[in-house]
């Protein structure tokens, strides 16, 4: 199925790499929006506010929907934004957000010794992460009178849907968790209910 992605089940924080003298301590997040990666990044800096360097990558969405973004926060080109968002690609995650941050320690490393000492601590980073699989799935918002109450619910209890909020006024709402590979079949059915209004709400 292609509605599955993988991404991390929760932080990792402060794992540390050393290289001739420069200390670099991986960070990494879940993250559901670009809102979350500011928020991480100002805690990180905040904690480590005497560091040289607090390089970064991070990837959000899933298909064609998924964009990243990647900072060499004052480093050479390409020696350690890329390097760490090559490590996100390698892990294939998406909705995480990693943070190296750099104390320099004297010696200038280079870049090629930029790039490895990134690609490292990123990579251990994610290898202290516990990854996991999540479905992608819209929500919809099915509305109907009372009288069709049952209709509905045999169609929910059959195909084993998620009902996530309801709520029952002049009419009845029932907002249900559908993942993307079954939508079309499962907005069909509520459709061929007669009375039954089916309104699509966002994916997530």
Request: proline share 2%; hydrophobic share 40%; aromatic share 10%.
């Amino acid at each position: 199925m292609n509605d599955v992605f993988k991404t991390i089940a929760s932080p990792v924080e402060e794992v540390i790499f050393k290289e001739k003298s420069s200390k670099f301590l991986g960070y990494a997040f879940p993250i559901q929006t670009e809102e979350d990666v500011k928020r991480h990044l100002e805690a990180v800096k905040k904690l480590h506010h005497s560091a040289r360097h607090w390089c970064y990558a991070w990837q959000l969405g899933h298909g064609a929907q998924q964009h990243y973004r990647a900072n060499d926060d004052g480093e050479p080109n390409n020696s350690a934004g890329i390097p760490i968002y090559g490590q996100i690609q390698s892990f294939d995650l998406t909705n995480v957000l990693i943070i190296v941050v750099r104390y320099f320690g004297g010696i200038k490393l280079g870049v090629g010794g930029l790039v490895q000492a990134y690609k490292t601590s990123a990579q251990l980073t994610l290898q202290e992460a516990e990854i996991i699989e999540k479905i992608v799935t819209q929500t919809l918002q099915i509305v109907f009178d009372y009288k069709d109450m049952n209709k509905v619910m045999r169609v929910v209890k059959e195909k084993n849907l998620e009902v996530i909020d309801q709520k029952l006024g002049l009419d009845c709402r029932l907002f249900i968790e559908v993942r993307d590979s079954e939508w079309d079949h499962i907005k069909a059915i509520f459709e061929s209910i007669y009375g039954v209004q089916v309104i699509e709400n966002e994916r997530k």
